[in-house]
């Protein structure tokens, strides 16, 4: 092998004199003129002299390729005033921002104090499952960790400032990430498809942008649909100003105080407001997915549908409550979604402020109830019991139920069938007394 790369005869590490000669190392092994074997992968890369012509971007790119994916560490031995390592890392020279780990990492990835920035994709699709951050760092870029699958806690951080779109997009099985007092902005995207379920938002942050906690569910370490168990309750910082669109898709409970409607721009908080729990395509279709509830200071809780096909009419209605600035019935928001999401909304609002409107609808709407529950719950029986229970049902839906499980022929309806027909000789009774 030419001198200017050498592997060693265990075959762990690689070793070249520059970047340029790593550069035409991987083209000769990419033409087939030199085989790295499965049971010799390399783990360690040696670069002689770090001093290149080459952009920042193309030298990690060169350091991503296929061939390297198992190298565990990075060392320089000539450093310069553009790049350095720094156990085993590549950093800039200044070793302030961290360009790339190597994507044969395990473990835990302990990041040195000292490192103000981690690099757009530095730590993208490595091997790692914890993360430690100094309290150095302030920037997390776009994509710094997306795509680590085994990532599942980052600990640390405290003087973070900007976590920017999509850092941790894709981090599947990340669950913890503790949000300190620094923190000023988070991006779109940011936890776009993480697990996590616990999310404690500090006062100080001014800006959390669109899908930026678009959750998932985990099923073997794959990402699933979110389930109920799945979502999670938001109380917005008085500090915020800015929330992009479905910010919350899995939330079940947004809490948003006056002065974040004070923060915010006149013309679009409403309609902010309104969108920021919507669905974001992920969650599973079930009752209590279907569903958010929006609280804002000194007002009634609103049943939001995950859905809404006329958000300028939603945001109006709510827009009127806060201005009536009393406590009386919340507008029913189910009017402006459609289908499955609506009645969904319909159901839980009949629950907590049971109108004479919502009684037509879900009346009017009952066969259809039946065929929603059928269709997406698998409890469905008693998951129809339950609104019963809950007196969602009047005398006339329930007949319309029975006469639909009676068309059907649906299977092991019997107990079903047994409750709607007690139900409705219990309230015949009481008519006729």
């Keep these: 092998m030419n001198k200017s790369a050498e592997i060693s005869k265990d075959g762990r590490t690689l070793t070249v004199n520059t970047f340029k000669d790593l550069k035409h190392f991987l083209d000769r092994v990419r033409y087939k003129h030199f085989q790295i074997t499965v049971d010799k992968p390399i783990k360690e890369l040696i670069i002689k002299d770090s001093k290149t012509d080459l952009t920042v971007n193309y030298v990690t790119k060169i350091l991503r390729n296929a061939a390297l994916q198992t190298v565990e560490s990075f ?15 590549l950093y ?54 997306s795509r680590s699958w085994n990532l ?12 920017r779109d999509c850092a941790f997009f894709g981090c599947i099985n990340l669950k913890h990430f503790t949000f300190h007092a620094r ?59 800015n929330i992009g669109a479905a910010a919350f898709p899995n939330a079940s409970y947004i809490y948003i105080p006056k002065k974040v409607m004070e923060n915010m721009s006149w013309s679009s908080s409403w309609s902010g407001i309104a969108k920021i729990g919507l669905r974001g395509g992920n969650l599973c279709i079930c009752h ?18 995950k859905m809404l096909t006329e958000i300028p009419s939603a945001a109006r209605a709510i827009c009127r409550l806060a201005e009536s600035n009393d406590n009386r019935m919340p507008p029913a928001m189910y009017p402006y979604s459609k289908d499955a999401i609506a009645r969904s ?23 259809l109830f039946l065929s929603d529950a059928l269709s997406n719950e698998s409890d469905w029986n008693q998951v129809i019991i339950g609104f ?9 839906a329930l007949r319309k139920i029975l006469k639909k ?23 015949s009774s009481i008519f006729k007394l």
């Design 92 to 145: 800039s020279g200044s070793g302030e921002n961290l360009y790339l780990c190597p994507k044969g990492k395990e473990g835990t990835l302990i990041i040195p104090d000292g490192t103000k920035m981690i690099f757009v994709e530095a730590c993208r699709n490595c091997k790692f499952d914890k993360v430690v951050l100094p309290d150095s760092v302030e920037i997390i870029d776009k994509y710094a960790f």
């Design 183 to 241: 923190l000023r902005g988070i991006g779109g995207d940011a936890f776009n498809n993480t697990s996590m379920s616990e999310i404690n938002l500090p006062e100080g942050l001014r800006t959390i942008g669109p899908g930026a906690f678009n959750t998932v569910g985990t099923s073997k370490g794959f990402a699933s649909c979110a389930g109920q168990s799945d979502m999670y309750e938001i109380h917005i910082p008085s500090t915020v100003q």
């Design 75 to 89: 060392e320089i031995i000539s450093p310069d005033n553009r790049f350095c390592t720094i156990d085993g890392l």
């Design 288 to 305: 209590y997915c279907n569903i958010w509830k929006l609280e804002i200071e000194g007002l009634p809780v609103i049943i939001m549908p």
């Design 388 to 396: 019963i229970k809950d007196g969602v049902f009047t005398d006339t």
């Design 345 to 367: 909304a319909a159901i839980e609002q009949r629950k907590v402020y049971p109108d004479t409107k919502t009684k037509a609808y879900i009346t009017r709407n009952a066969a």
């Design 152 to 163: 599942k806690e980052v600990e640390g951080g405290k003087n973070v400032e900007r976590i």
């Design 405 to 427: 499980l009676d068309e059907e022929e649906y299977n092991d309806v019997t107990v079903l069938r047994s409750y709607i027909l007690d139900k409705i000789d219990k309230k």
